[in-house]
T-cell receptor
Framework: AQSVTQLDSQVPVFEEAPVELRCNYSSSVSVYLFWYVQYPNQGLQLLLKYLSGSTLVKGINGFEAEFNKSQTSFHLRKPSVHISDTAEYFCAVSGEDDKIIFGKGTRLHILP | GAVVSQHPSRVICKSGTSVKIECRSLDFQATTMFWYRQFPKQSLMLMATSNEGSKATYEQGVEKDKFLINHASLTLSTLTVTSAHPEDSSFYIC???????????FGQGTRLTVV
């Protein structure tokens, strides 16, 4: 079975500074990886996904992530954050059993 | 992206009554739909996976008789919380996928409060 670990429950960062949100996964089979963002009292919106191909994936709102198979990681990055990026970010993994399993989430807190 | 509509967005019900939550894929046919529960400031806990025309597969610890899931068509799944109690109060979110190993699209969520 697959699992996802997001080590940082909260990440404070100053506005216009770069940010990295960490995600590590475990799976015995080929995986498909996702990052979702959740704003308060809303559902989840897909930021980006890795299904196959290039390991550097670009998503919406200026985010990107790199799939690293040897380190079983899929860290999310943005070179310059904005106050509107304040939200909860979830890393997720899907394997051959069709389930999508989520990490515990990382709250991105933008400081003025 | 594809749109998943979840209704209602908020519901308050009395203890002992049942509540039905609908999840519709508006512009695509969803072979698989998922139901999640989210507690305040926590992650999404997968409750069950449903495929059109077959019984839902529940995760360990989720009561099948309490959380009834029906996936009657490729665009509609429903979650019925039967005999609701205050501890069932939570944020319930559905999601739908085109097919295996593509991204899932999420509904807006339903805030259930049982009083």
């Amino acid at each position: 079975a697959q699992s996802v670990t997001q080590l940082d429950s909260q990440v404070p960062v100053f506005e216009e500074a770069p940010v990295e949100l960490r995600c590590n996964y475990s799976s015995s089979v080929s995986v498909y990886l996702f990052w979702y963002v959740q704003y308060p009292n809303q559902g989840l919106q897909l930021l980006l996904k890795y299904l196959s191909g290039s390991t550097l994936v670009k998503g919406i709102n200026g985010f990107e992530a790199e799939f690293n198979k040897s380190q079983t990681s899929f860290h999310l990055r943005k070179p310059s954050v904005h106050i509107s990026d304040t939200a909860e970010y979830f890393c997720a993994v899907s394997g051959e059993d069709d389930k999508i399993i989520f990490g515990k989430g990382t709250r991105l807190h933008i400081l003025p | 992206g594809a749109v998943v509509s979840q209704h209602p967005s908020r519901v308050i019900c009395k203890s002992g009554t049942s509540v039905k939550i609908e999840c519709r894929s508006l512009d695509f046919q969803a072979t698989t739909m998922f139901w999640y529960r989210q507690f305040p400031k926590q992650s999404l806990m997968l409750m069950a996976t449903s495929n059109e025309g077959s019984k839902a597969t529940y995760e360990q610890g989720v009561e099948k008789d309490k959380f009834l899931i029906n996936h009657a068509s490729l665009t509609l799944s429903t979650l019925t919380v039967t005999s609701a109690h205050p501890e069932d109060s939570s944020f319930y979110i559905c999601s739908a996928r085109f097919h295996l190993n593509t991204e899932a699209f999420f509904g807006q969520g339903t805030r259930l409060t049982v009083v």
